[in-house]
């Protein structure tokens, strides 16, 4: 049963072990005094325990990944003599991960994934690996082919990766969630908390702020004993949110700010420092004509050398199709694509060959806002049901790639009438093709309302990049495999 107690200042709720604060009467101006400067405080236990196990675990499978590059070529590669003064050199390659950044994000960041540090991995993997090639004479009694280098370079770059993937789900299934409070905008405090309560992020969220000032604060820190605070500031005021960045650093709890104007011009922005100004340069929307062909390019080589792997998957399908109900092994549906052009999405028939015209009785079954889906739908053939839970009736939209109406990885193509209700700023996202799957598909594309995911594609846009493609499509192998596809 929720309690609720009423102040001067405003009112508290306790709904089921959470903390909602929420100012009645008094809104909070500019600070007129002086910020106080930061002070780092000493971490409550569990954050230390925590992150002293993350960056434990790294370092043990970092320097397991040495130990293997140095021995087992030593003792493999024809000419070369082990020496044990090589195990000397396994601290390096803790030593350039912790150059490169590789143990302290962890700490800063609410979701800890291994694919945001592959970049850094390639370079530290190469580094090391010149590195112990430069102390190859006293070390290394023979001479090291260059192709064994390049060998050796790739092969420490994918034993971090997969050491470090392994390393994160262990500390991950071994720690606590998270405890965080949320203080900010009280429009947006509902979409963050659901944000961050996902499974992958081992948050939970404690409560929420509408407004609060650092006094209070203080309180709330100590009574739900946080570990995180997430800033959503909904004004302009500088002064305000630093002061409860630093009541929340002097508690030694982690700070997390979101920070509004990312929400037009994204993450892709270059920090400018000019005499000790620091600005935003904000890059340009959309893709050059290089990009394009680039990204044109990875589309048609993926889509070739998926459509002839995947071509026994595709005759057990159809015929599976057209033994189960009568009607076409494909299903035809008109999308609205690249700078709204039309074109006919096609995927395997899972439904019944009348749906579409019973579509309008089934309305009031519709679970998401904008977008027609449903959980149970009665349509679904019993081959459907097992396609749609493998995502292998999307496995035609290959061809729409082939043909370049569609893109390995986009913004999710619409039908006419949900493309009818993107209107403003988010019709940007009609400017790169759209795709078999996004940031729209991890989510999960039932769950996600239309007005949310047409921002989700705008910002993906306006945030491109080749990297991205190919993270977004690391991520929809495992979402696919845990048979969450629609």
Sequence with gaps: MATRTDTAAGSREHANGRLRFRRTGLALGPSRRPVQSIREGDSPRQVKVREGLYRRILGLTDAVVAMLVLTVPAVALPGL?????????????????????????????VRRTTLDEVPTLFQTAGLFILLVWLARDPLLHGEIPSVAVFKLWIATFVLLVVGRLGARWLAKR???????LLIGDGSWIGSIAAKLSTPRNNVEVVGSAADVEPLELSALLDRLNVQRVVIAPHSTDAGQTLDLVRVAKAAGVR??????????????????????????????????RSSVLLKRAFDLAGSTVLLLALAPIFVIAALSIRLESAGPVLFRQTRVGREGRRFQIIKFRTMVADAELRKSELADLNETVGL???????????????LRKVSLDELPQLLNVWRGE?????????VVDEDAKVVGIDRSRLHLTPGMTGHWQILGPGRVPLQEMVGIDYLYVANWSLWTDVKILLRTIPFVLSRQGI
């Design 255 to 288: 700070v997390s700010v979101v920070p509004r104007l990312f929400e037009v011009v994204g993450s892709a922005v270059e920090f400018d420092h000019v005499d000790g100004l620091t600005m935003l340069g904000v890059r340009r929307f959309g893709l050059t």
């Design 372 to 386: 027609f889906k449903i959980a149970n739908d009665p349509r679904v053939t019993h081959v459907g049901r097992v």
């Design 174 to 180: 071994l720690s606590r969630p998270e405890r965080c």
């Design 406 to 414: 569609m893109s390995l990885v986009g913004p999710r193509p619409l």
């Design 81 to 109: 003599q082990f020496d044990i003064r090589l195990l000397a050199l396994v601290p390096l390659l803790i030593v350039v991960n912790k150059i490169g950044g590789l143990y302290d994000r962890d700490e800063v960041v």
